[in-house]
T-cell receptor, first 115, second 112 residues
Framework: SAVISQKPSRDICQRGTSLTIQCQVDSQVTMMFWYRQQPGQSLTLIATANQGSEATYESGFVIDKFPISRPNLTFSTLTVSNMSPEDSSIYLC????????????FGPGTRLTVL | SQQGEEDPQALSIQEGENATMNCSYKTSINNLQWYRQNSGRGLVHLILIRSNEREKHSGRLRVTLDTSKKSSSLLITASRAADTASYFCATDATGTASKLTFGTGTRLQVTL
């Protein structure tokens, strides 16, 4: 498996501001993903972070709102832009889908509260 | 929505009892994975079962998969208070490049 860290672990932000979340993996991985978990809900995939190219977004998520970078095979960032209270969620990165026989492993998550 | 359904939504049992959670999904899959989440923290990977497997064991966990019914179950035997958590199934649908679709989750409470 992989050791995945996320920064920050939690934050409280004001509406209209932006927050960048970092995801660091202890080994090179092919696939990296970003998920959102709204309060009391299950997880929803935001996008696949592609190394060296633009991220692939799922329906309902757009690059202007959730820009993603992936400069190398161990690191990715997700920015939540122009935040509103509806963006209050846990944001999780995950890795896998091939590197470990299709198992996916998740980071500890970033709990975001927007006031 | 392609999201899977889990039942029950909540389950309360006493320590030592077995807990069974069910997951239904909607599409053809490559595999199905079960995760545990404690108090809104990160997800802990429990077990992966491939589409050509029918049953898998890991410690006190037993997972079954019925692709004809598009359903899976997770059995936790001899439950402990530390098993208190939310449990999610997640499917890797055929042709989706490892993107996971999560079920709605089961909240398990194990009391002493």
């Amino acid at each position: 498996s992989a050791v995945i860290s996320q920064k920050p672990s939690r934050d409280i932000c004001q509406r209209g501001t932006s927050l960048t979340i970092q995801c660091q993996v202890d080994s090179q991985v092919t696939m990296m993903f970003w998920y959102r978990q709204q309060p009391g809900q299950s997880l929803t995939l935001i996008a696949t972070a592609n190394q060296g190219s633009e991220a692939t977004y799922e329906s309902g998520f757009v690059i202007d709102k959730f820009p993603i970078s992936r400069p190398n095979l161990t690191f990715s960032t997700l920015t939540v832009s122009n935040m509103s209270p509806e963006d209050s969620s846990i944001y999780l990165c995950s890795v896998g889908g091939g590197d470990w026989g299709n198992e996916q492993f998740f980071g500890p998550g970033t709990r975001l509260t927007v006031l | 929505s392609q999201q899977g359904e889990e039942d029950p939504q909540a389950l309360s049992i006493q320590e030592g009892e077995n807990a069974t959670m069910n997951c239904s999904y909607k599409t053809s899959i490559n595999n199905l994975q079960w995760y545990r989440q404690n108090s809104g923290r990160g997800l802990v990977h429990l077990i992966l079962i491939r589409s050509n497997e029918r049953e898998k064991h890991s410690g006190r966990l037993r997972v079954t998969l019925d692709t004809s019914k598009k359903s899976s179950s997770l059995l936790i035997t001899a439950s402990r208070a530390a098993d208190t958590a939310s449990y999610f199934c997640a499917t890797d649908a055929t042709g989706t490049a490892s993107k996971l679709t999560f079920g709605t989750g089961t909240r398990l409470q194990v009391t002493l």
